[in-house]
């Protein structure tokens, strides 16, 4: 008898387990740590934005595994790569779930003879296939036809504003539709070198100003040689990468400033270079684009993120992608994170030491030289839905958009920008009301006070009739009892 | 029935009265807070009554005030911080500038003083209450006109203040801002010793605490 009612409690505690397992397996199918910061700062989880659909490594197309790969470019519907290791560039073709091995490019024609490169670090083709090589080592950039007949070669800048002892080691290059290549090289920090189309030096772009204070000039005096070797030189910013966005404007990321000034948006990681080199990034956000807002510190990894990577996608979000913590950080056209995802580890969809990432569409590539392999992301529904909306806002569909959005809450009701969003559609629709209540449960003062100043005008002008019924009362009423005392006075005194 | 007769009408007068008198100091502060205690035109009562106002004003300022200006986390107030944050620094500042002037020949008692300063809060009162309702029926570009009246209502209270400084010890306006800046060092050094007062008691908590714990572990 005893022993039944055990087993029935048993069986009772095991249908439990069961009726309640739902919410786990949910949780299990999150592999990716998301993450949006909200108005504190703090992070808040939410569902995946991307999720990683495939990984590659070298040894799968049978051509032997990447070396320390540095270069990654996509475009139409290859994605190619600048295996700096093995001294070649591997071109892949995407598909829709897998990659596969178009060919690989050791060698090209130089004149009659055959030339090969040296660790080469990056690559990118135009739009009418020609190759663009960082051919790093050799000391130039080969630019091949799409048969790898050799065009031209731009070497290294014979100018006075170039350092002619220095190395001339390019890392990094874009060219634009008119066939002016940006180039950036190591140990080269007067900002992005520019070549003519005909592959004549045409000058820097984007150089930062050096940033220089009486307080730092004071300390340097006061501290010892060695203390002095310590300190961060006053060079100005050394770009580490550069894409292009549809348009033509430089993105560019940098990973070397100082800490304090990354909050107050002096440090600039993400910079959006126009054709004469000024950073015209949008920041509507609460903070600058600068990847983790809160740092925290623990597993030997703490300090700022370091962006390595950006790549502006056609519908003006761009991705950034840190070195320290492995992450990627989305961001819309204003500047405001949309989320944040992965992380450093070995499991597909986080990395070891991410060096580039590329877009196809809206699919990610991301390019890890410690593990040599190449991850491709593609967006979850919920990214999906906040894409939608972003689009329909930018299109000026303002219903559609909050439909999306109100789609984004469900999945997420901790986004912040999703409020923001349905706010926004109910003020264009004239809703002032109820744009201002979702104004104020995320504290969007800007917003809500715009909204409120149009609530107000409409509550006036509706209520201005009792305003005026009011005011009359309070003339006439005083004035027609002081008449009638008059009159009763006088009557009174006849 | 007890209380209406200890609250009697005389003594109701006379809360009202003192109570008046801050709307005069306000406006005349060195002839205010000269009666406020020579001629004995102030009560303590007045004063309490103020600074509770003054505290029920500053938790509802947080709570009331709309958001674009001020914006506070609702799972992080704590009312009873809210309230500390003004008694404390008048507590501290009270007693400081009272040890202070006993040795600087100032004429005031620490009662005087404690009575000055809660008059001298009375600007805040009357400004930071209509604030709360102004906060609520302006946008964020005509809110440059709130931020203006916070800062005014600082720069009321810090005069009040001095003058009272001055009026209670009978000092001039040289040694009243001589023994205001004395008062703040004062202050910062009552903190540090209460400071270290309360580190060295707990340590010294802690080491029974780790000499009781020492004795149980050894005896189960």
């Known amino acids: 008898m005893k022993r039944k009612k055990i087993i029935q409690r048993f069986v009772c505690l095991l249908l439990a387990m069961i009726l309640l397992s739902p919410a786990a397996t949910l949780k299990a199918e999150n592999n990716f740590y998301t993450y949006v910061y909200d108005i504190w700062g703090e992070a808040k989880e939410s569902p995946d934005a991307y999720s990683a659909q495939l990984r590659v490594f070298g040894i799968d197309f049978g051509i032997g595994d990447f070396r320390q790969p540095q270069g990654m470019y996509a475009a139409g519907d290859r994605v190619y790569i600048a295996d700096t290791g093995n001294n070649r560039i591997v071109e892949l073709l995407a598909g829709t779930e897998s990659l596969s091995l178009v060919r690989v490019i050791d060698t090209f024609k130089n004149g009659d003879a055959d030339d090969t490169f040296k660790s080469p670090n990056d690559v990118f083709v135009d739009k009418k296939g020609d190759f663009y090589i960082c051919d790093t080592e050799n000391k130039r950039v080969v630019h091949l036809d799409k048969d790898l007949n050799l065009v031209k070669l731009l070497l290294q800048p014979v100018d006075e504003t170039y350092d002619a002892s220095q190395d001339f080691l390019p890392t990094k290059i874009v060219v634009d539709d008119a066939g002016r290549a940006l180039v950036l090289g190591r140990n080269v920090n007067k900002g992005v070198i520019q070549y003519s189309p005909e592959g004549e030096f045409t000058g820097y772009i984007g150089a930062s100003k050096v940033t220089f204070s009486m307080v730092d000039y004071i300390w340097k005096k006061l501290s010892t040689q060695a203390q002095r070797a310590q300190m961060e030189s006053f060079v100005p910013t050394e770009y580490n990468n550069i894409a292009l966005d549809k348009d033509g404007f430089a993105y560019v ?20 270079l126009n054709s004469m080199g000024s950073d015209i990034l949008i920041k509507n956000g609460d903070t600058p684009p600068i990847g983790d807002i809160d740092w925290g510190e623990g597993a030997g990894i703490k300090g700022p993120s370091k962006l390595i990577d950006v790549t502006p996608l056609e519908n003006d979000i761009y991705y950034a992608i840190d070195r320290t913590r492995c992450r990627i950080f989305g961001y819309d056209s204003q500047g405001q994170l949309l989320y944040a995802f992965g992380g450093n580890g070995n499991m597909m969809g986080y990395f070891m030491n991410p060096v580039a990432l590329d877009h196809l569409g809206t699919d990610l590539y991301v390019l890890d030289s410690r593990t040599n392999s190449v991850t491709k992301l593609v967006l979850t529904n919920y990214g999906i839905q906040i894409n939608n909306a972003i689009l329909a806002y930018q299109k000026g569909d303002y219903d559609l958009s909050a439909d999306y959005w109100r789609e984004v809450l469900k999945l997420n009701s901790n986004y912040d920008l999703a409020y923001l969003g349905i706010g926004r559609a109910l003020l264009r629709q004239n809703r002032y009301e109820e744009a201002m209540e979702y104004f104020e449960l995320k504290y969007y003062g800007r917003a ?28 006439i009423v005083p004035k027609t009892i002081k008449t009638v005392k008059k009159v009763k006075r006088e009557v009174s005194e006849e | 029935m007890k209380i209406a007769e200890k609250i009697n009408k005389e003594s109701l007068n006379e809360y009202k009265r003192s109570l008046r008198f801050s709307l005069h100091v306000i406006g005349h502060p060195f002839d205010g807070f000269w009666d406020l205690i020579h001629e004995k035109r102030g009560s303590m009562a007045a004063a309490n009554t103020i600074l509770i106002a003054v505290l029920l004003i500053r938790i509802w300022r947080t709570q009331l005030t709309n958001f674009m200006f001020i914006l506070y986390r609702p799972e992080k107030f704590n009312v009873l911080m809210c309230v ?27 009662k005087n003083i404690y009575m000055a300063v809660c008059y001298a809060y ?30 005014f209502t600082d720069i009321w209270i810090a005069i009040l203040i001095l003058a009272a400084m001055m009026m209670i010890h009978d000092y001039g306006l040289g040694k009243a801002i001589f023994a205001a800046i004395a008062t703040a060092i004062g202050m910062l050094i009552i903190i540090f010793i209460l400071l270290l007062f309360f580190s060295l008691i707990s340590d010294g908590f802690a080491y029974f605490i780790s000499l009781y714990k020492e004795i149980v572990f050894r005896f189960y």
């Open chain 1, 448 to 475: 809500y006070s715009k909204a409120f100043k149009l609530w107000r005008k409409e509550w006036i002008e509706e209520h201005i009739a009792y305003f005026i019924v009011g005011l009359l009362i309070l003339i």
């Open chain 2, 84 to 110: 500390l944050e003004i008694l404390v620094p008048i507590a501290i500042g009270c007693v400081s500038n009272w040890c202070l002037t006993t040795l600087f020949d100032g004429k005031g008692t620490l």
């Open chain 1, 253 to 272: 990321t940098t990973s070397v400033f100082s800490e304090w000034d990354l909050k107050d948006d002096k440090a600039k990681p993400i910079r959006k």
């Open chain 2, 122 to 151: 009375t600007p805040y009162v009357l400004l930071q209450l209509p604030m709360i309702f102004i906060s609520n029926i302006v946008t964020r570009e005509e809110g440059v006109f709130w931020s203006y009246m916070d800062r």
